[in-house]
């Protein structure tokens, strides 16, 4: 086991978005990271498992999987697959003045795997996206923002999902969460509000509308995600993790840890 997670990078420096098909030849894979890049994956045939965070998903036609920056996942696939791989950095929604595009892909965000009915209309957005992959004309990433903003409406539309907050809202608490993913430290609610220009309050009003939680929580759950990762899917001790989760101390991560998992990180790490 590695003393860090390993990071995959499959797309240009340059390029904000890669719409591709599915390879063919993607089997098994060690568990890792991605490069600062959201992924939307569409699997019309296959079979397998895929594994999202530790959590294990059936592979079959017609299945649609996310995986954050932040997330850890790798394949199992015992039969050829074929379907469609949307590869989205930051950079992307950070290129776009659309509001709603943003609160769209953040609302997205939060799934993990997602069973479909029916994929005619998805599928042929994901092939009008392959098809002007390499498209670079002035108009190239209003057409390629306008195709995603349609296929992440009909995801949502399809998972049944309620309308997303009023932008004012959403706007805060999207940039929370981007500040939140590459700042795995336990950070308290006024440092990421003053970070942000507001206040605790109105970040706390912004979260509850967005996810009906309070800032403190949303920071402890990302926490708990990265330690979790990091007991899993790497060597490091629970000092090591601790530390890495800027802790004054590793009594108090056990501490933590134990309140909101019920075990500790070592009960965790040998179940796991």
């Given amino acids: 086991m590695e003393s860090i997670i390993p990071v995959k990078n499959k ?48 592979i079959r036609p017609n299945v649609l999987f996310f995986i954050s920056q932040d997330q850890v996942h790798h394949w199992d696939i015992s039969a050829e697959p074929e379907g469609y791989v949307l590869i989205l950095k930051s950079s992307f929604a950070e290129k776009s003045f659309d509001a709603e595009l943003k609160m769209l892909l953040q609302r997205v965000g939060g799934l993990a795997c997602l069973y479909l009915e029916e994929t005619a209309s ?91 939680q309070p800032a403190a929580d949303v920071i402890s759950e990302h926490v708990m995600s990265e330690a979790r990762r990091l007991l899993r899917f790497t060597n490091k001790t629970v000092s090591e993790v601790s530390l890495f989760l800027n802790f004054s101390d590793p009594s108090h991560f056990v501490k933590f840890f134990k309140r909101h998992s019920g075990q500790t990180p070592l009960v965790y790490r040998d179940a796991s």
């Avoid at 430290?185 to 509000?193: E, G, I, P």
């Fill in 122 to 212: 998805i599928l042929q957005l994901f092939e009008l996206l392959a098809r002007e992959n390499m498209a670079s004309s002035d108009m190239a990433f209003h057409l390629k923002e306008g195709l995603v903003k349609a296929l992440v409406a009909k995801i949502l539309d399809s998972a049944g999902l309620p309308a997303f907050p009023s932008p004012a809202r959403g706007d805060l608490y999207h940039s929370f969460i981007g500040l939140l993913l590459p700042k795995p430290a336990k950070m308290t609610v006024a440092h990421f509000a003053a970070m942000l220009n507001t206040t605790p309050q109105n970040l706390n009003a912004a979260c509850r509308k967005a996810v009906n």
């Fill in 11 to 58: 797309i240009q420096a340059g390029n904000h978005i890669k719409a591709e098909a599915f390879r063919k030849d993607t089997r098994k894979t060690e568990p890792h990271k991605h490069k600062q890049y959201f992924e939307i994956i569409l699997l019309t045939g296959g079979a397998g498992f895929h594994w999202i965070d530790g959590v294990q998903y059936a």
